[in-house]
């Protein structure tokens, strides 16, 4: 039997199509695009080409608001530390709680050795952020905020728009890390009207180390990686050409899933394999916002459970899923972002991520809905923890519990 795969919010499969679309451009098209022969101005039509699928993705006004990084991470500090170096007399960066650690390292390290001041705001049990909170900390000393579009564990959806709003009548730049809702759910950058917004191509079925930093025009920018004058002198180094073209097919393929209803039939599987899951299961639960999340994340959290015996039961199983961010893997302490939550301890060490693409199928969904029920059995048998469902009704968490 085939491995199942549902742990895309760590990585996707790459599609054929795309693998095809870079090939050559290792072998034929191999010029580099700074040169004025024949060669180099093929390449560089492709990355041109690339970057206007990638701004059709987002909704940008303009291909050369495209900015090529080597992913999601590279992104996200480019956009943090402009904002510091271009709003004068601004030090202070709000962001939230359940940020991927892209965001929530960097801000560390600017308030531990730069004397940045970072305000994190929380969130409530369904990991909505506090906007009363957020509205508090913005002030004339804010440089930049920086909230993600969707959150990677959960899969709840933020108010990037209006999130927007607030931070503009302070004053501030916005940032928002969309590298799990590209490709995913439709994005509108000029009628959500952020400043920057970061992408990366292998969570929508194209090649890892290769993203995209989106800067509105107008935006004073500075550049993180000096160097030669590649992208308009805002990221300097010899283009990644095989992964721009890459990450252009794959963006190309993602709109065209979008608008063909992609993501609803991707949704329908997920709550599918929700209701299936928790009819079976008891003490159990979908954490997170289930009425505005990514359509393809499920985060269902087992009371008393071991997550670390899950999952590797799981991979023994043949069934690939995860426990939060790819990026915190091997770590024993509860997600941050459930703790950020306040989902009690030891149910938030049973929580099991499992992400969904336009790939799984109904098959996919009978051979883990098969094996889980023991797995998390023999996962309750090995942890000793008392129940805790009471403490997480009390803390709001009761929604899907079953």
Known sequence: MHPVYLDNNATTRLDPAVLAEMLPFFTQHFGNASSIHGFGKEV???IHRARDQVRALIGAAQSHEIVFTSGGTESDNTALLSALEIQTGRNEIVTSAVEHPAILALVQHLQRHRGVTVHVIGVDGKGRLDIDAYRAALGPKTAIASIMWANNETGTIFPVAELARLAHE??????????????????????????????????FHGPKGIGALYIKKGVAFHQLVRGGKQ?????????????????????????????????ERVRQ??????????????????????????????????????????????DKAGIAASSGSACAAGSTEPSHVLRAMKVPYAA??????????????????GRVLAKLPAIVEKAREASGFAATMGEMAQAGLGAGVR
């Not at 393929?253 to 063909?260: D, E, I, N, P, S």
Request: glycine share 12%; with cysteine; proline share 2%.
């Open 170 to 203: 302070a004053g501030a730049l916005f940032h928002t890390d969309a590298v799990q809702a590209v490709g995913r759910i439709p994005i509108d950058v000029k009628a959500a009207d952020v400043d920057m917004l970061s992408l990366s191509s292998h969570k």
């Open 44 to 46: 560089g039509a492709a």
């Open 269 to 314: 599987i997920r709550d599918a394999f929700e209701i299936a899951t928790l009819g079976r299961i008891d003490d159990a639960f979908v954490a997170g916002d289930i009425e505005n999340r990514l359509p393809n994340t499920s985060n269902i959290v087992f009371d008393r459970a071991e997550g670390e015996v899950i999952l590797l039961e799981l």
């Open 231 to 263: 992208e308009r002198g805002r990221r300097a180094g010899t283009e990644n050409a095989p992964g721009i073209v890459g990450l252009g097919k794959a963006a190309e393929l993602a709109l065209k899933r979008l608008q063909g209803g992609g993501c």
């Open 348 to 365: 938030a060490l049973g929580a099991i991520r499992f992400s969904f693409a336009h790939t799984s199928t109904d098959e996919d969904l």
